[in-house]
């Protein structure tokens, strides 16, 4: 079943998607990070896998019986007025199995209305994405097979368009060492405008001697050529003073695709996350230097049935992305309310 499964994942990854990702999709706020764990390790993660019910938001696999009845609630404010949120809740269903609810919704602030030539019209215009969304998940020995329907919609100035979309995922996990190869294919689906499909693949591995887990996601494994030139840009002159722009190589390319991250696990309670996403820095940092362009850096502090998480990502000198976490475990909540509800459910 997982090989049959993974032969059909790819078969669709690569037969349904290609062509350069700027541009030519509606909805890309559904390739952003939705919590600050993931923000912190570099934007994007497809294997980590423990008890934090984020995570299934970037690959339905990854949902398991450890998150259970973990509520997560997630914030991230930017400049002018504009914000996204994300929550999430798993839960098990008797006989159906694991389950997974979401919402995501990215407002884009309020401007004031005016025409084509700039004069105002009097009144505000707002614009927002908002995503609903279930996965299902099932553990087969050590492959871990999930997916997600999603409902996505965005409106902009009182014009609406609405999609519908599918999440596959796969997990490895190794049955001795902590490490886990994790693969998806995101945003399947079809709409008034197309979905911006990602290929994604990862692993993640435990140190056995060190509090370290590492990570290397490789993202649009459908779309190679993802470096975004500038036209106008005039690099140098050849002999003949005629400007030679700039060209896309293997060396541009490929390391756009790939995301590292890191986790210090200095305690059950307490661990500091850092990551380096290459695109981000490619497209983002000035032509000056700057060092910390493409980085992020967080850490989560756990307290009784809380988590509490926090990044700082680092797009551009003037200005980055924090996003704060919170994960509550309602296990204690739900059996002072009902404890036959929580018995049954385990």
């Known amino acids: 079943m997982p090989i049959r499964f993974l032969v059909l994942f790819f078969y669709i990854t690569f037969y349904k998607s290609f062509s350069q990702i700027g541009g030519r999709y509606a909805f890309n706020s559904l390739n952003l990070a939705s919590n600050a764990r993931v923000l912190g390790i570099g934007g994007d993660n497809v294997s980590v896998s423990d008890n934090d019910p984020n995570l299934f938001f970037h690959n339905p696999a990854l949902l398991n019986k450890t998150m259970l009845r973990r509520l997560g609630v997630n914030f991230s404010p930017h400049m002018a007025g504009i914000f996204n949120t ?3 809740y798993a839960f ?5 199995g694991l389950f997974g609810v979401g919402l995501k919704f990215l407002n884009y602030g309020n ?6 030539d700039g004069v105002e019209q009097g009144g505000i215009v707002e614009a927002y994405d908002m995503v609903l969304q279930a996965s299902h998940a099932r553990t087969l020995g050590n492959f871990s097979l999930g997916a997600t329907f999603k409902l996505v919609g965005s409106q902009i100035a009182g014009f609406s368009t609405y999609g519908v979309g599918i999440d596959m995922g796969a997990v490895f996990k190794h049955p001795k060492r902590d490490f886990t190869i994790g693969l998806t294919v995101r945003n399947i689906g079809f709409g008034k405008n197309a979905l911006p499909i990602n290929a994604l693949i990862g692993m993640s591995y435990k140190l056995e001697h060190m509090p370290l887990r590492f990570s290397l996601t490789i993202h649009h494994l459908n779309n190679w050529n993802i470096a975004y030139l500038d036209p106008n ?3 140098s002159y050849d ?11 293997a060396f541009t390319e490929i390391p756009r695709h790939l995301i590292l991250g890191g986790e210090f696990l200095l305690s059950k309670g307490f661990n500091i996350r850092v990551g380096y996403n290459h695109m ?3 497209e983002l940092k000035p032509a000056e230097a700057s060092i910390l362009s493409g980085f992020s850096l967080g850490f989560m502090l756990k307290v009784k049935s809380f988590e509490l998480a926090y990044t700082r990502a680092f797009f ?3 200005d980055g992305v924090d996003m704060l976490s919170l994960i509550w475990s309602l296990d204690n909540f739900l059996k002072k309310v009902n404890p036959k509800t929580v018995e049954s459910a385990n």
């Open 239 to 249: 002999i003949n003073n005629n400007p030679i722009r700039d060209t896309a190589t």
């Open 111 to 116: 401007a004031k209305r005016t025409d084509e």
């Open 92 to 96: 098990n269903v008797k006989k159906l």
């Open 316 to 318: 551009h000198p003037s």
């Open 280 to 282: 981000r820095r490619a």
């Open 86 to 88: 994300a929550q999430c």
């Open 233 to 235: 840009a005039i690099v």
